[in-house]
């Protein structure tokens, strides 16, 4: 079961740090820090977008439309944090721990 544990917790950081990057690297495309027109800084943001898009469009579906704001990677990255912390606080679970 701790490898189970240890697994889950790898899944959950990986997305994580993704999501991270995904955030950060809109905000310099935004800015003009980063220009999509450069070949790596395209597929970098492109394979993001492919990644987390599906994960982002089912939340759209229950989010209210706010006009040029995107709230799915907010309330995407509030569910990971909730899903990690409920990971941690069941870790005993997966260890073997009976409270």
Do not use: C, K
Not at 36 to 57: D, K
């Amino acid at each position: 079961m701790v490898t189970l544990f240890q697994a889950l917790v790898l899944i959950l950081n990986v997305i994580w740090y993704i999501m991270i990057a995904h955030i950060i690297m809109s905000w310099l495309i935004n800015f003009q820090v980063l220009n999509l027109r450069q070949p790596l800084v395209a597929q970098i943001w492109y394979g993001l977008t492919n990644l987390l898009e599906p994960i982002y469009s089912r939340i759209r579906q229950f989010l209210p439309s706010t006009g040029g704001l995107d709230l799915a990677p907010l309330v995407a990255f509030i569910v990971l944090i909730i899903l990690r912390q409920a990971l941690f606080n069941n870790a005993g679970f997966f260890y073997g721990n009976a409270y």
